[in-house]
């Protein structure tokens, strides 16, 4: 199993990005599928999730202004980052089952 994270950059507060998570590997269909983050100095934490059925969940933190979805034909995750904030500055992973992906910076300038 391997995933491929990309779209990480560096953008103001106000604006947005979009983090592709591309699997190989496994079924991607059926697993549910994860983005978490790091910033430094902390814990990594659970972003957002979508089931297989599509039931999503987000962290407070980001609940209306991040999108998670998924395009089970492409094997690709995605996270739609709006109204991004300096707290929102970090490394931001993709995960399905066990496997995490190599993780891709995200930095917001005040």
């Known amino acids: 199993v391997q995933l491929q994270a990309s779209g990480g950059g560096l953008v103001q507060a106000g604006g947005s990005l979009r983090l592709s998570c591309k699997a190989s590997g496994l079924h991607f269909a059926i697993n549910t599928i994860a983005w978490y983050r790091q910033a430094p100095g902390t814990q990594r934490e659970l972003v957002a999730t979508?089931?297989?059925?599509?039931?999503?969940d987000y962290a407070d933190s980001v609940k209306g202004r991040f999108t998670i979805s998924r395009d089970n034909a492409r094997r690709t995750m995605y996270l739609q980052m709006n109204d991004l904030k300096p707290e929102d500055t970090a490394v931001y992973y993709c995960?399905?089952?066990?496997?995490w992906g190599q993780g891709t910076l995200v930095t917001v300038s005040s």
């Open positions: 995960k399905v089952q066990s496997t």
């Open positions: 979508i089931s297989s059925g599509g039931g999503i």
